[in-house]
């Protein structure tokens, strides 16, 4: 069975600094990854995702996650925060190949403090 | 697009109440999903429908939660009776499926923040 564990449930940076979100899977075939981030008051919108191919992947508004296999880990980072990523930070796995449904993990609830 | 429309955005109702939630998928998906989110539980996967046809209910909580999808634009979520355990956030999400597999990004409403009283 497919697991998502995201360390941290609250994470606080200071503007400019790196933002590191860290999530690890476990699943029995290598998955599709994905990272959905949830504004205050909003739904869940894709902030990327890796299917196959290149292991480092680029998404929206600066931010990128490498796809580590032999860690079974998919980190979401971003070199230098800005106020407007506080937000919660979902990391969700389905097996490559597709699967029937997406797993979630807990979230990561992120600060920016000015 | 107009992307995941629900409706109401906000319910607030008293225990004992029926409560419908409605939810109209993005034009051309072909599977949609209920969720619930909470502060104790996270985010947790209802129900999910494939060319309108419930696939895997076993996330709905009890009997007292139905869902149906009469058609491809359009699906309810309905609780009868309310209770104050269910006050939460439901959100419906769609997406473009290859079969019953999900290979690519679900498109999440902006959800239905209800209160049960």
């Known amino acids: 069975a497919q697991s998502v564990t995201q360390l941290g449930s609250h994470v606080s940076v200071s503007e400019g600094a790196l933002v590191l979100l860290r999530c690890n899977y476990s699943?029995?075939?290598?998955?599709?990854l994905f990272w959905y981030v949830q504004y205050p008051n909003q739904g869940l919108q894709l902030l990327l995702k890796?299917?196959?191919?290149?292991?480092l992947v680029k998404g929206i508004n600066g931010f990128e996650a490498e796809f580590k296999k032999s860690e079974t880990s998919f980190h979401l980072t971003k070199p230098s925060a800005h106020m407007s990523d506080a937000a919660e930070y979902f990391c969700?796995?389905?097996?490559?190949?597709?699967?029937?449904?997406?797993?979630f993990g807990k979230g990561t609830k992120l600060t920016v403090n000015p | 697009d107009a992307g995941v429309i629900q409706s109401p955005r906000h319910e607030v109702t008293e225990m004992g109440q029926e409560v419908t939630l409605r939810c109209k998928p993005i034009?051309?998906?072909?599977?949609l999903f209920w969720y619930r989110q909470t502060m104790m539980r996270g985010l947790e996967l209802l129900i999910y429908?494939?060319?309108?046809?419930?696939?895997?209910d076993s996330g709905m909580p009890e009997d007292r939660f139905s869902a149906k999808m009469p058609n491809a634009s359009f699906s309810t979520l309905k609780i009868q009776p309310s209770e104050p355990r269910d006050s939460a956030v439901y959100f419906c999400?769609?997406?473009?499926?290859?079969?019953?597999?999900?290979?690519?990004?679900?498109?999440f409403g902006p959800g239905t923040r209800l209160t049960v009283l």
């Open positions: 999400a769609s997406t473009l499926a290859s079969g019953r597999y999900i290979t690519d990004t679900q498109y």
């Open positions: 699943s029995s075939v290598p998955p599709y």
């Open positions: 890796y299917t196959t191919g290149a292991t």
């Open positions: 969700a796995v389905t097996p490559q190949g597709g699967s029937e449904k997406l797993v």
């Open positions: 034009s051309g998906h072909n599977s």
């Open positions: 429908f494939n060319n309108n046809v419930p696939i895997d």
